[in-house]
């Protein structure tokens, strides 16, 4: 199973997260979240990351200068909720609150209501959405180290996508919640 950790806004956390196995690293940029940073430190946490990390750029702008400043920043991917024009060599990862499959150009669809509040996924919607889906889905909201393996077995998603579920507090990260929420989501069987 694969693990974005989302709404890292230190370097030390994004260090932790991915020695304990994070394929991928969340920074929510241009956005009224508490875990919202600068597109300085943004860049200052992906050059901390190894070349085989994913560096992914949140943000629900529907603003393309903003866009323009993420593309900056040459992320992996960006996950975004609005219908912006995403240029080719960045994976576009559309979020939808609804189970609805979004509208643009799309690699990949990630259900989120919780945006970084820990509400829980609906399990019917979430499922539906990996049946229907023609690219991969990632799950989020409401995953814990304790629910996240059943919540994969349960809905089968591509990847897993976690914020407030690893942190001590919004945007500062518990390196053992870390851990634990990779180690589950690890012992998944395929």
């Known amino acids: 199973m694969r693990v974005k950790i989302c709404g890292v806004t230190r370097v030390a956390d994004a260090v932790a997260a991915e020695e304990a196995g994070a394929d991928a690293i969340g920074v929510v940029l241009f956005s009224d979240s508490p875990r919202s940073i600068s597109p300085e430190k943004a860049a200052e946490i992906f050059a901390a990351l190894g070349p085989f990390t994913a560096r992914v750029c949140v943000s629900r702008t529907a603003d393309p200068a903003e866009l323009a400043a993420i593309l900056a ?108 929420f990779i180690m589950a989501c690890r012992s998944i069987s395929p």
């Open 73 to 180: 920043l040459g992320p992996t991917a960006v996950q975004i909720y609005h219908d912006l024009s995403v240029p080719p060599g960045v994976r576009a990862v559309r979020a939808t609150a609804d189970g609805r499959l979004p509208a643009g150009r799309c690699d990949a669809v990630l259900l989120d209501r919780s945006e970084g509040t820990g509400r829980q996924y609906d399990l019917n919607e979430a499922r539906s959405l990996v049946l229907r889906s023609p690219v991969p889905v990632v799950l989020s909201g409401g995953l814990t180290p304790e629910n996240v393996g059943e919540a994969a077995r349960d809905v089968r998603p591509y990847a897993v996508d976690v914020s407030s579920g690893v942190e001590d507090r919004p945007g500062i990260k518990n390196r053992k919640k870390m851990t634990e």
